[in-house]
C-alpha cells in the first residue's frame, strides 16, 4: 500500500502544473518552451500613434502593434497590452509574420530587464520599447 501511495505522489509531482495551457503550446519544441520567461494568450490590434513632427517641419506617423492580454500563464504582468515591434519580428517558423487584428496568438517571451520593469507596470511598453528580436521566442495563431 506504501509503495502505491509513493507511485502516486510522484506522478503527481510531474504532472504538467500548468494543464490549462492551449495545446499550441505543447506543440512547440521543448527548448522553446522552456527560454520562455512570459507565456500569454492576447488579441493582435493595430493602430497609429500619434503625429510626430520631424526637424525640417514634416509630420509622420508610426504603426503601432500590440496584443491585448487574455491570459497569463507564467510570468509577472499588470500591463493589459504587449507592444511588439511587427517591423522586427525574428525569422523563425514559430514566429507568424503577417498577424491578423481581431486574431488570438499564444505569445513566447523573453524579455529584457527593461522590458520586463515596464511589463510590471500598468502604464507597460511605450511604443519606442516594443519587443523585437530575440525578446520574442514564438508568436502561434490560436485555432
Given at each position: 500500500m506504501n509503495h502505491l501511495l509513493s507511485m502516486a505522489i510522484v506522478l503527481m509531482t510531474l504532472a504538467p502544473q500548468n494543464q490549462n495551457l492551449?495545446?499550441?503550446f505543447y506543440r512547440l519544441p521543448e527548448q522553446?518552451?522552456?527560454?520562455?520567461?512570459?507565456?500569454?494568450?492576447g488579441?493582435?490590434?493595430?493602430?497609429?500613434?500619434?503625429?510626430?513632427?520631424?526637424p525640417d517641419g514634416s509630420r509622420v506617423w508610426f504603426i503601432d502593434?500590440?496584443?491585448?492580454?487574455?491570459?497569463v500563464y507564467q510570468g509577472e504582468l499588470k500591463s493589459r497590452s504587449i507592444r511588439?515591434?511587427?517591423?522586427?519580428?525574428?525569422a523563425s517558423q514559430y514566429v507568424k509574420k503577417n498577424l491578423d487584428r481581431g486574431h488570438?496568438?499564444?505569445l513566447l517571451l523573453k524579455p529584457d530587464e527593461e522590458s520586463v520593469k515596464a511589463m510590471k507596470t500598468e502604464e507597460g511598453l511605450g511604443f519606442?520599447?516594443?519587443?523585437?528580436?530575440e525578446e520574442i521566442i514564438a508568436i502561434v495563431e490560436l485555432k
Open positions: 492551449p495545446e499550441e522553446l518552451r522552456e527560454r520562455a520567461t512570459v507565456v500569454v494568450t488579441t493582435f490590434g493595430q493602430g497609429r500613434t500619434p503625429c510626430v513632427f520631424r502593434s500590440w496584443f491585448t492580454v487574455k491570459k511588439v515591434n511587427t517591423a522586427m519580428l525574428p488570438n496568438y499564444l519606442w520599447d516594443s519587443l523585437h528580436d
